[in-house]
């Protein structure tokens, strides 16, 4: 730790921390996805990031085909949408009122599901991964204030900045918003008043599934190669720091996505090139101290709620 | 207006109800009372639909509500005021109010219940920008009231309103029983104060071990001996 330090802050120049804040902005929008279906459903949808892998593959395909990179991004929303609806009308509403346990398998075994067909296809032209080069524009550098900011790390963060600050709107001051925060805080009470179940399940996996589909266009400009385990390391990730910045609230989990990703930035940044194999490893070692010293989430108020069940 | 045919809730092996027949007119004031885990709570449960009934029917209108999901039954016009209160401590007054609009069946004069709801509790009006769980219990209590008031139900159910309360603030919850009488919305009350209850409702079902024992009318309300009788048995 004591010579990880001195790495870290003298990596802490403006390049590195340009690239860790468009991390963590496309970390956070991913912790959002994952925290507006927690919210509402208590689950931890861990095929949220295969969702992401299709809506790659979908750019991947309009790619091949010459379709214009627009048309290619209205696909991948298309497609994440219509796979987000169809998980949560055909898995999520039967198996709703399972245990948690029952629930949170069925999700591994879509994300299973969902890799083995994105496998099938993939393999039909005997390689396995697609190129997505129509997208890869957006990866060249601009110059700003002296420092190298790729374009999409712009993009990602008036995306992130811009979704967060409708989804505020949206869960402030509708009607459908007010329901969703009182169906996440108790959702037997919200429906015996007359929230619609199914209405607000629905919405939260609906905007789950845009925030998946932009993710999905960001991530492919950056790594503009798609494979079925696109997505899966940066979900894991992202997963591990919704639980790291307090999996209760949307706003603490959101935060916790973007402060993985920022941390994940930073300590990429001050790996020597040859070491940043041992990125995931520092990450989780931050993750671990983390939760040692705050059990209940980094940012959550007050102290964990399973303190005492041991 | 709301009746309950033999309506039985099991929860496994345990009968919570057993054959409970109740039945509220319109306009009416019915009570439920008897003692702890004799089946009050969940047989309101049961008419919102939150637990399963095992055998029985229960009719809004001469219409079967039985196996609608809770929001259906808020929407077919009957609103709960739960035990506990339930309001949503994060959420402001306001929009704790504004969450029992998901129960009304048109949004036409919802301003002007919302309103209805501050003239009748004033304090609700004074404190609709904190947050709900600044709000003492009685004062939660009466937010819960007007909640479930703005969805304009038929019938309000409501779940030991007095439970916890200070006596001076019982008082506040049965004066807005009383005022909700005026406005001639049907109520069944479910209440430990069994006195109080049986003076104050149309008539009164006594409930013991998931059965009806008695029947109360105000008459009876000095009556103890019925009542302990009834409770003891």
């Given at each position: 730790m004591s010579t990880l330090l001195p790495h870290l802050v003298a990596a802490l120049d403006a390049q590195t921390i340009a690239d860790a804040v468009g991390l963590g902005a496309v970390y956070a929008l991913m912790a959002v996805g994952i925290g507006l279906v927690f919210g509402v459903l208590r689950l931890v949808n861990f095929a949220y990031g295969q969702l992401i892998m299709a809506g790659a593959y979908a750019l991947a395909f309009a790619s091949q085909a010459g379709w214009p990179v627009w048309l290619g991004i209205i696909l991948c929303f298309a497609v994440v949408i219509a796979l987000s609806l169809a998980m949560e009308r055909v898995v999520?509403?039967?198996?709703?009122?399972?245990?948690?346990?029952?629930?949170?398998?069925?999700?591994?075994?879509?994300?299973?599901?969902?890799?083995?067909?994105?496998?099938?296809?993939?393999?039909?032209?005997?390689?396995?991964?697609?190129?997505?080069?129509?997208?890869?524009?957006?990866?060249?550098?601009?110059?700003?204030?002296?420092?190298?900011?790729?374009?999409?790390?712009?993009?990602?963060?008036?995306?992130?900045?811009?979704?967060?600050?409708?989804?505020?709107?949206?869960?402030?001051?509708?009607?459908?918003?007010?329901?969703?925060?009182?169906?996440?805080?108790?959702?037997?009470t919200a429906r015996l008043l007359g929230v619609r179940a199914n209405t607000v399940i629905g919405f939260a996996v609906l905007l789950s599934g845009v925030l998946a589909a932009a993710v999905a266009v960001i991530l492919t400009v950056q790594q503009p190669f798609v494979s079925p385990d696109f997505a899966l390391y940066s979900t894991i990730v992202v997963l591990v720091g919704v639980v790291v910045g307090g999996i209760d609230r949307l706003w603490t989990?959101?935060?916790?996505?973007?402060?993985?990703?920022?941390?994940?930035?930073?300590?990429?940044?001050?790996?020597?090139t040859d070491k940043t194999v041992f990125l995931p490893s520092a990450v989780f070692a931050l993750v671990i101290i983390v939760l040692l010293v705050r059990p209940a989430g980094l940012f959550a108020r007050g102290r964990s709620s399973l303190a005492d069940r041991v | 207006m709301l009746e309950l045919r033999d309506v039985s809730v099991r929860y496994g092996a345990v009968a919570a109800v057993r054959k409970v027949s109740v039945d509220v007119g319109r306009g009416e004031i019915v009570g439920l009372i008897g003692p702890n885990g004799a089946g009050k709570s969940t047989t309101l449960h049961a008419i919102m639909g939150a637990v399963p009934v095992h055998e029985g029917d229960v009719l809004l209108d001469g219409t079967s509500i039985l196996g609608r999901a809770p929001e259906g039954v808020a929407r077919s016009g009957i609103a709960l005021v739960p035990e506990g209160r339930r309001i949503f401590a994060e959420?402001?007054?306001?929009?704790?109010?504004?969450?029992?609009l998901a129960g009304r069946r048109s949004r036409e004069g919802a301003s002007d219940d919302i309103e209805s709801v501050f003239r009748l509790f004033p304090i609700v009006k004074e404190f609709r920008r904190r947050h709900a769980g600044a709000l003492s219990g009685g004062q939660q209590q009466q937010l819960a009231i007007g909640r479930a008031l703005v969805a304009r139900p038929d019938v309000l159910l409501f779940d030991e309103p007095s439970l916890g309360l200070a006596p001076k603030i019982v008082n506040v919850v049965f004066e807005a029983l009383a005022e909700i009488r005026s406005r001639g919305i049907t109520v069944l009350l479910v209440e430990q104060r069994a006195q109080r209850t049986v003076a104050f409702a149309d008539r009164t079902y006594l409930m013991a071990n998931g059965e009806i024992r008695l029947t109360l009318t105000p008459a009876d309300a000095a009556d103890t001996d019925a009542m302990v009788a009834a409770y003891l048995s």
């Amino acid at each position: 730790m004591s010579t990880l330090l001195p790495h870290l802050v003298a990596a802490l120049d403006a390049q590195t921390i340009a690239d860790a804040v468009g991390l963590g902005a496309v970390y956070a929008l991913m912790a959002v996805g994952i925290g507006l279906v927690f919210g509402v459903l208590r689950l931890v949808n861990f095929a949220y990031g295969q969702l992401i892998m299709a809506g790659a593959y979908a750019l991947a395909f309009a790619s091949q085909a010459g379709w214009p990179v627009w048309l290619g991004i209205i696909l991948c929303f298309a497609v994440v949408i219509a796979l987000s609806l169809a998980m949560e009308r055909v898995v999520f509403r039967p198996l709703r009122t399972q245990s948690p346990a029952v629930m949170l398998v069925t999700t591994f075994a879509i994300a299973f599901l969902l890799q083995a067909a994105a496998l099938l296809i993939d393999v039909r032209d005997d390689t396995i991964g697609e190129p997505a080069t129509s997208v890869a524009s957006l990866n060249q550098a601009i110059s700003l204030l002296g420092v190298d900011v790729r374009k999409v790390t712009i993009v990602a963060v008036l995306v992130a900045a811009v979704a967060l600050g409708l989804l505020a709107l949206l869960l402030g001051r509708t009607s459908i918003g007010l329901q969703m925060r009182a169906a996440s805080t108790d959702f037997r009470t919200a429906r015996l008043l007359g929230v619609r179940a199914n209405t607000v399940i629905g919405f939260a996996v609906l905007l789950s599934g845009v925030l998946a589909a932009a993710v999905a266009v960001i991530l492919t400009v950056q790594q503009p190669f798609v494979s079925p385990d696109f997505a899966l390391y940066s979900t894991i990730v992202v997963l591990v720091g919704v639980v790291v910045g307090g999996i209760d609230r949307l706003w603490t989990a959101t935060l916790g996505g973007f402060a993985i990703g920022f941390a994940s930035g930073v300590i990429n940044g001050a790996l020597p090139t040859d070491k940043t194999v041992f990125l995931p490893s520092a990450v989780f070692a931050l993750v671990i101290i983390v939760l040692l010293v705050r059990p209940a989430g980094l940012f959550a108020r007050g102290r964990s709620s399973l303190a005492d069940r041991v | 207006m709301l009746e309950l045919r033999d309506v039985s809730v099991r929860y496994g092996a345990v009968a919570a109800v057993r054959k409970v027949s109740v039945d509220v007119g319109r306009g009416e004031i019915v009570g439920l009372i008897g003692p702890n885990g004799a089946g009050k709570s969940t047989t309101l449960h049961a008419i919102m639909g939150a637990v399963p009934v095992h055998e029985g029917d229960v009719l809004l209108d001469g219409t079967s509500i039985l196996g609608r999901a809770p929001e259906g039954v808020a929407r077919s016009g009957i609103a709960l005021v739960p035990e506990g209160r339930r309001i949503f401590a994060e959420l402001t007054v306001e929009e704790n109010l504004r969450l029992g609009l998901a129960g009304r069946r048109s949004r036409e004069g919802a301003s002007d219940d919302i309103e209805s709801v501050f003239r009748l509790f004033p304090i609700v009006k004074e404190f609709r920008r904190r947050h709900a769980g600044a709000l003492s219990g009685g004062q939660q209590q009466q937010l819960a009231i007007g909640r479930a008031l703005v969805a304009r139900p038929d019938v309000l159910l409501f779940d030991e309103p007095s439970l916890g309360l200070a006596p001076k603030i019982v008082n506040v919850v049965f004066e807005a029983l009383a005022e909700i009488r005026s406005r001639g919305i049907t109520v069944l009350l479910v209440e430990q104060r069994a006195q109080r209850t049986v003076a104050f409702a149309d008539r009164t079902y006594l409930m013991a071990n998931g059965e009806i024992r008695l029947t109360l009318t105000p008459a009876d309300a000095a009556d103890t001996d019925a009542m302990v009788a009834a409770y003891l048995s």
